[in-house]
């Protein structure tokens, strides 16, 4: 019988590299990884373990833009990638400290707690964390910041800073 065993990687296309590996290294927390020379720019980011498994791939450049030679923005098919994650109240002060736009989620009869942000690509991004292990307050459900599905709240001129 096959098994799936985990998630390998995302890959993930963008017009400015630089931008986007500073928000997944300094926002969301990867590290980076060393990554083959394929013949184009492009980073790997790992989660900071001592395994540190590389978890999203970056293309910046090559035949992997496609013909066009440009990254489209946003997920297309993909609605999101979710992450597991730790330190509720940490990561979503740093969200608010940076000025980008994000909104919180509970899993409806589960102990699971959720931050929605958006990478400078316009690929949206879950972070899930176990309420169990989390001391912060909770979730803030109120109309604006809670997450509704569906709802666009991609806004490029948030990432200009970073």
């Known amino acids: 019988m096959p098994l799936i065993t985990g998630l390998l990687h995302v890959a993930i296309k963008t017009n400015d590299l630089a931008r986007t590996v500073r928000f997944y290294r300094d926002v969301i927390g990867l590290t980076e990884a060393p990554r083959p020379d394929f013949g184009y720019p492009g980073a790997w980011l790992a989660v900071p373990t001592p395994v540190g498994e590389a978890v999203i791939h970056i293309y910046a450049g090559g035949p992997a833009m496609g013909p066009e030679g440009r990254a489209p923005v946003g997920a297309g098919s993909i609605d999101h990638v979710s992450l597991t994650a730790q330190g509720y109240g940490a990561f979503r ?27 400078p690509s316009g690929v949206q991004l879950e972070l899930t964390f176990d309420a169990r292990a989390e001391t912060d307050a909770e979730p803030d459900l109120s109309p604006g910041r809670k997450y509704v599905a569906g709802e666009n709240f991609f806004d490029p001129a948030a990432y200009v800073s970073l």
């Open 93 to 119: 002060d740093r969200l608010m400290a940076m000025g980008l736009p994000f909104r919180e989620f509970v899993v409806p009869g589960t102990t699971l707690w959720q931050l929605f942000v958006f990478d």
